[in-house]
């Protein structure tokens, strides 16, 4: 017998209620900390958890920068939209508190990085700056950018990716998973979680 279950309709109540439900729902989710330059060519750093890989050929990922309440694009939407190159870190548990300070809505030209204390250095194929202490950074560049509704979807591809030495072996390319351990995103405005509890199921023959 099924246990019983409230019914929410998506559809009739779209925004903040479906955003309530749905990011405390869809856990634990990755969390991509994303460096974009504007212009001028100042960096800007925003953390989001609408995100994820999707695909290995080409390498692809998904990213959903939402747009201010007035209806413009935030920072990394518009800098996407302008420059088309974004580099997109995993950040561990000793980066979470800079990578969350990150999230501060700062003026035009006020550096996320230097207030959160992170240093950038260049990167080799995209012109925003990667973010070394950060044990994974991907080089990418924008494919595809739909908008649905007001969602806005972000294709990119991941260029190059930057390693922390030890993590990944550099022949067989497979990661040491023990040693990888980036946070992961639970419930708004403040829930986080740690992904050092795992466990192993036998894959199906």
């Known amino acids: 017998m099924s246990a019983p279950a409230d019914r929410f309709d998506l559809s009739a109540h779209p925004g903040a209620r479906a ?11 990755p969390i991509a900390l994303v460096t974009t330059v504007d212009a001028l060519g100042r960096p800007n750093a925003a953390p989001f958890s609408f995100f994820n890989v999707m695909g290995a050929d080409p390498a692809l990922l998904v990213l959903g920068p939402a747009d201010r309440d007035d209806g413009t694009p935030k920072d990394t939407a518009a800098n996407l939209i302008a420059n088309g190159e974004a580099v997109v870190h995993l950040c561990d548990e000793p980066l979470a508190a800079a990578m969350v300070a990150c999230a501060a809505e700062l003026p035009p030209g006020v550096s996320e990085l230097e207030r959160a204390g992170l240093a950038a250095v260049p990167s080799e194929r995209v012109r925003p700056p990667r973010i070394p202490a950060c044990p994974v950074a991907l080089e990418c560049r924008v494919l595809d950018i739909r908008t649905y509704g007001r969602n806005r979807l972000v294709v990119l591809e991941a260029l190059l990716a930057h390693v922390r030495a030890g993590l990944a072996d550099p022949v ?8 990888h351990a980036p946070v ?20 199906p023959d």
């Open 19 to 29: 955003y309530r439900l749905l990011a405390a729902l869809v856990v634990p989710r």
């Open 172 to 179: 067989s390319w497979k990661v040491r998973v023990a040693d």
């Open 184 to 203: 992961g995103r639970m419930e708004s405005p403040d829930g986080y979680l740690r992904t050092r509890d795992r466990f192993r199921l036998p894959w």
